[in-house]
């Protein structure tokens, strides 16, 4: 009897211990800012996401993170895919971190005020999404 317990629990630690948890992507640190250039507003927005899946080959390390970025103006207007980008990342090691940057010029039709920036962010090999999202002022 108490070997067939001892099995069970070799087998149960055995399995447990095997499986890989699955990843979920995740942001963190998502800032955005805006400098008044006069007759236009420069925006850098930027976010680190950890998570995503990633594949070995010959000793590398790839993933590739798809992310458009939206803004939300004052009256509440939402202007979608205002960026749209991939990007690839190779490294010798495991990779832990992917950031992402964007630089944009608002024109002068864009009024002063509290605007929103949301990166929708995409694992292109496991398909999972995240939302991550920062304000910034334009200001004379």
Same mark, same amino acid.
């Given at each position: 009897m108490?070997?067939?317990?001892?099995?069970?629990l070799?087998?149960v630690?055995?399995y447990?211990c095997?499986k890989?948890?699955?990843v979920?992507?995740?942001?963190?640190?998502?800032?955005?800012?805006?400098f008044?250039?006069?007759d236009?507003?420069?925006?850098?927005a930027?976010?680190?996401i950890?998570g +995503?899946?990633? &594949?070995?080959?010959k000793?590398?390390?790839? $993933? @590739?993170?798809?992310?458009?970025i939206?803004?939300?103006?004052?009256?509440?207007?939402t202007?979608?895919?205002?960026?749209?980008r991939?990007?690839?990342k190779?490294?010798h090691?495991?990779?832990?971190?992917i950031?992402?940057?964007?630089?944009f010029?608002?024109?002068?039709?864009?009024?002063?005020?509290?605007?929103?920036?949301? +990166?929708?962010? &995409?694992d292109?090999?496991s398909?999972?999404t $995240? @939302?991550?999202?920062?304000?910034f002022q334009?200001?004379?």
């Open positions: 108490k070997q067939l317990i001892f099995l069970f070799f087998i630690i055995f447990s095997g890989e948890e699955p979920k992507i995740e942001t963190f640190s998502t800032e955005a800012f805006a008044n250039l006069g236009s507003w420069e925006v850098n930027s976010t680190r950890k +995503f899946s990633q &594949k070995e080959e000793q590398k390390f790839s $993933a @590739t993170i798809a992310y458009d939206d803004i939300i103006t004052p009256a509440g207007d202007i979608k895919s205002l960026i749209s991939v990007e690839d190779t490294d090691e495991r990779i832990i971190d950031p992402l940057e964007a630089q010029n608002l024109d002068s039709t864009y009024i002063e005020g509290e605007y929103k920036v949301i +990166f929708n962010i &995409k292109a090999a398909e999972q $995240a @939302t991550s999202t920062a304000t334009l200001m004379k």
